[in-house]
């Protein structure tokens, strides 16, 4: 950097997630890693991804099961708000009633800590899980999803 007369500038310190101690009081923790499946409904994995269009982007939420690897609910929009994970959601189940016990594992996004989002996996018996700060191979599963 001396020799091309660069000035180095400091960093600003990342905003904390909402998933983080102090903010709400909750903590979800990985469940989903922990857990040996033996059939469908027992692990759901979640993520969002984006595409560009000519003029624009679209948001995709999906909710996979992550026995089978199939999509149980997903949710297509132009804005990236906490509606488009919840759609998602809505749809899995709707198609697919939660036996007790399910485990939901995410990403640790502020769509995902949303309180309504929380909301409608207590009112189903549904247990939230979500990724260890920094570790996006936590949420693999549905990542690979998108990379096909």
């Not at 020799?3 to 909402?18: A, K, S």
């Not at 909710?63 to 089978?68: A, I, P, R, Y």
């Not at 949710?75 to 007790?100: K, Q, S, V, W, Y």
């Not at 949303?114 to 207590?122: F, G, K, M, N």
Request: with cysteine; hydrophobic share 35%; aromatic share 8%.
């Amino acid at each position: 950097m001396r020799e091309d007369n660069l000035v180095g500038t400091e960093l600003q310190h990342c905003r904390r997630e909402l998933t983080e101690p102090g903010d709400h009081g909750e903590i979800y923790v990985n469940l989903a890693n922990r857990l040996k499946l033996t059939g469908p409904n027992q692990v759901w994995v979640a993520d969002i991804t984006f595409g560009r269009l000519k003029c624009e982007f679209v948001y995709l939420a999906v909710v996979l099961d992550k026995f089978s690897r199939k999509v149980v609910g997903w949710n297509l929009a132009r804005t990236l708000t906490a509606r488009l994970p919840l759609g998602a959601l809505e749809m899995a189940l709707e198609g697919r009633p939660p036996g007790p016990g399910l485990v939901h594992h995410s990403d640790r996004g502020a769509q995902y800590a949303h309180a309504e989002y929380l909301s409608t996996l207590r009112n189903h018996g549904v247990i939230p899980s979500v990724s260890r700060p920094g570790s996006p191979c936590d949420n693999g599963n549905c990542e690979r999803f998108f990379e096909r």
